[in-house]
């Protein structure tokens, strides 16, 4: 079978370039994501005899279960059952037909439902198809997969639907942790929870428009699109959603009051609207050329709590609630160009990015209980832009039938300035100033990086496959800033000012290897490794001009070697229908080693010269072992169960530069900062006692422990605990024409760190409810109406019961359609 390439897409510039490996994979016949052992033909009903007609036996299959997502309009993955060259060639996850080969074709295991996450059609698509039917499909595909030459497209069909939607939500308690939580607000609000209408132009041209518009919570999605087949389309659109943040402040028992709080409602609005134009003409290249803008605005709340003190106890603490305003604009350009030439596949990507973004965030320093308002407060304002260009090439081609090649290279440049400015203001009077203040009005980075990227998939031969790349990248970063000064309005101060540089040199290498082998019956085996290489150089010096000693004053070089290697390997096996087991083991070393040419620090004595942070850091390395297995039991066609386990150990060691103790000896060198430990196991069961009934739950568990080297320290103690939940639901046929939903969902979390005495209790323990019961009842063929009942409660005891709240809502919608 010759290769097509698979719709892997070309990452986003910026990141690290790993998809060669993912295109090469994929073009595997079923990849590892399909668990191996569900491919296996013993699983599936047997081909239909005598010979398929596609006419007769396999078009009203489509039309009933897959043109509606694989059909010219929209088809989902990019994959298209209308006409032969398109069914062929595959769509995002691969080559889904194997003519001649039914047993090797993963669409017929997708249409049997044997595999987890792809069963098709999806629920509410369609009939799942019978035994009957996925015979005929295997016989079709067995004898050619031919479509008549009659079979080109799927008559487009004028398409409209609607439906409204109305919620009313009452909360008591805390609404604004409602609203964190549920990403909806309080009060009465509703709108279009969606309509979509599509009309046929004529001779394969349509227009499309898809939308969602909701009050109160401030989300709306609007598409529209001119297509005509063979030629191009044009699209255009626009969406926003707000997100909530809670305003309240940390939690201390000992203060006897509740969190602080800002007293603000804060969210951000995000957003976006773009439009794009491409030419889809065949023997041509297909280009598309686009324009998007992205934007954040709004206020949230930060981590940065600020100290508050009660003069009752004498207890200190960091947890006055701190909050950022912020505004982001990127305007983003596209240009994508794809074209096969002399069988290579060649497509270049190109993103130009400016972006725009000013924050401001409010900083209590110190609070006394009680009070008005903080004794002093800091604010700081910082503007940043830059303009970012990526470009990616990438290509690939089948060699011949063992040897498939992919390869590309990414150029990155990004040019950026910005601005700092701090003002802390306390109250006016002999010892402190009224403010000081630290403005920068010029700091500048520019960056540059070069990644190129090599892959290989080798084989199969007979049972045996081979995936390989290798990729480096190269990355010079520069950063300068000059003019920081400091005021001190009502005192003389030191208004000097600090001029810093800084240089960062990366270069890295990675390499990847996959096997595979199918010769076991019924199981598959695979082994996979990566090994990256990475060497580091890093130059930052600061002089404040105020001709003494500074604390800001510093100049450090250090160079650092890092090594990481992870291999793993694993089975999947299904030595029966009703049974399949899948087990991997993972193994993870990051070995980070420092060697620091310089380190000098006017905040240092010098009787302590280069040990200061992080200079007398000489290592750090991470050692990761992870083990997860799944067990699948079908032991009947109403009963399906899954159980998972996963288990995770991670630990942490440090090399330090060796002082004295002050007592004679000597204290560092190689020490255990730290350890993780997880245990993880889940359950999930879906039962079909009755045709009319429908059962299913998922429950998870997870315990974990983080602990640190300094644990005979009170004030540093493990972070432990336990995390719980449970995902139900049900549906149940009350006519034909009526449906009556169940849902229910449950998590707790015990996980803090009990050192509540002598530091801020860190972690969480709460426990969250909700319950969601309704009716659909369809009057007609194109009329549907829905009515909901939701019930959602939340208890967080390490909040002293400020954060929590009880609410109902009920929600009413819709849906109507036209041909």
């Not at 193994?587 to 040990?611: C, F, I, K, M």
């Not at 190689?670 to 245990?679: C, F, N, P, S």
């Not at 829905?786 to 939340?794: E, I």
């Amino acid at each position: 079978m010759k290769r097509e390439r698979s719709g892997c897409a070309t990452p986003a510039p910026g990141r690290g370039w790993r998809s060669g490996v993912c295109l090469a994979w994929l073009v595997l016949a079923g990849s590892s994501s399909l668990g191996g052992a569900e491919l296996d033909p013993a699983r599936l009903p047997p081909a239909a005899t005598g010979q398929a007609d596609y006419d007769r036996d396999i078009r009203p299959i489509f039309q009933s279960a897959c043109f509606r997502c694989h059909g010219p309009e929209r088809p989902k993955s990019h994959f298209r059952l209308d006409n032969q060259a398109s069914a062929l060639k595959g769509g995002d996850n691969g080559i889904a037909i194997v003519p001649g080969q039914s047993a090797k074709s993963p669409l017929v295991f997708y249409v049997a439902r044997l595999v987890d996450g792809m069963e098709m059609p999806p629920a509410g698509k369609g009939e799942p198809l019978t035994s009957l039917q996925v015979g005929l499909l295997r016989t079709w595909i067995d004898q050619g997969a031919n479509y008549p030459a009659s079979a080109t497209n799927v008559p487009l069909v004028r398409v409209f639907s609607l439906s409204p939607l109305v919620r009313g939500v009452s909360v008591s308690g805390n609404a604004r942790v409602f609203r964190e939580h549920a990403w909806m607000p309080d009060g009465i609000s509703g709108g279009l929870d969606g309509f979509d209408w599509q009309e046929p132009l004529g001779a394969g041209a349509r227009i499309s428009s898809q939308g969602r518009f909701l009050s109160g919570g401030q989300e709306y999605r609007l598409k529209l699109g001119i297509e005509k087949d063979e030629l191009g389309f044009v699209r255009t659109g626009f969406e926003q959603f707000r997100k909530w943040y809670n305003d309240q402040g940390g939690y201390f028992s000992g203060f006897g009051a509740p969190p602080l709080a800002a007293g603000r409602d804060l969210y951000l609005d995000v957003g976006k609207a773009w439009v794009e134009v491409g030419l889809t003409a065949p023997r041509y290249p297909r280009v598309t050329l686009g324009y998007e803008y992205q934007y954040r605005e709004g206020a949230k709340s930060t981590l940065q709590g600020g100290l508050v003190w009660d003069p009752n106890s004498g207890s200190t603490r960091g947890v006055y609630p701190a909050t950022k305003d912020l505004t982001e604009r990127t305007h983003i350009i596209k240009v994508d160009l794809s074209h096969t030439l002399a069988g290579v596949f060649v497509e270049d990507s190109f993103r130009g990015e400016f972006y725009d973004s000013r924050t401001r965030r409010q900083n209590s320093d110190f609070y006394q209980l009680g009070a008005i308002a903080p004794l002093s407060v800091s604010v700081f304002n910082e503007n940043y832009r830059h303009f970012q260009g990526a470009n990616t090439l990438r290509l690939e081609r089948s060699i011949n039938e063992w040897l498939f090649l992919s390869g590309g290279y990414l150029y990155s440049s990004l040019d950026g300035q910005g601005m700092f400015g701090w003002s802390s203001f306390v109250p006016p009077d002999l010892v402190h100033p009224t403010t000081i203040q630290e403005v920068d009005q010029q700091i500048v980075i520019d960056r540059e990086s070069h990644v190129f990227n090599a892959n290989a998939l080798l084989g199969p031969w007979g049972d045996l496959a081979l995936t390989c790349g290798f990729q480096s990248e190269w990355t010079r970063q520069h950063g300068f800033t000059a003019g920081l000064t400091r005021v001190y309005p009502r005192a003389t101060g030191d208004p000097g000012g600090l001029s810093s540089f800084s240089r960062l040199d990366r270069f890295e290498t990675q390499e990847d290897f996959t096997l595979r082998y199918t010769g076991i019956p019924h199981a598959v085996l695979f082994a996979d490794s990566r090994f990256h290489q990475g060497r580091l150089g890093q130059f930052e010096t600061g002089l404040l001009d105020n001709d003494t000693p500074d604390e800001r004053d510093f100049l450090r070089n250090t160079r650092a070697t890092e090594d990481f290697r992870e291999l793993g390997g694993g089975f999947v096996i299904s030595p029966w229908r009703q049974v399949s087991w899948q087990t991997e083991f993972k193994q993870r070393n990051r070995l980070t080693e420092y060697n620091h040419a310089n380190d000098w620090d006017a905040s240092v004595p010098p009787t302590l010269p280069g040990e200061g942070y992080p200079a007398f850091i000489r290592s750090r390395e991470i050692r990761a072992n992870e083990v997860q297995t799944k067990l699948v039991l079908h032991p009947a066609p109403w009963l399906k169960t899954t159980f998972k386990y996963q288990n995770v150990f991670t630990e942490y060691t440090t090399a330090t530069d060796t002082v004295d103790d002050g007592n004679g000896g000597r204290v560092g060198g190689q020490l255990v900062a730290g350890t993780y430990r997880a245990h993880v196991p889940s359950f999930n069961v879906l039962f079909v006692p009755w045709h009319r009934l429908s059962l299913s739950s998922t429950f998870s568990y997870a315990r974990s422990r983080i602990q640190t080297a300094f644990n005979d320290d009170a004030l540093v103690v493990p972070y432990r605990g336990d995390t719980y939940s449970v995902l139900s639901s049900a549906t149940f046929k009350l006519t034909r024409q009526a449906d009556v939903q169940a849902s229910y969902s449950f998590s707790k979390a015990q996980y803090t760190q009990h050192n509540e005495a002598l530091a801020l209790p860190l972690g969480i323990a709460y426990d969250r409810h909700g319950v969601m019961a309704g009716v659909t009842r369809r009057f007609k063929k194109n009329l549907t109406t829905s009515l909901q009942y939701g019930f959602f409660k939340y208890n967080e005891p390490t909040a002293g019961g400020a954060r929590d709240y009880t609410a109902h809502a009920i929600f009413g919608s819709v849906a109507l359609s036209l041909p």
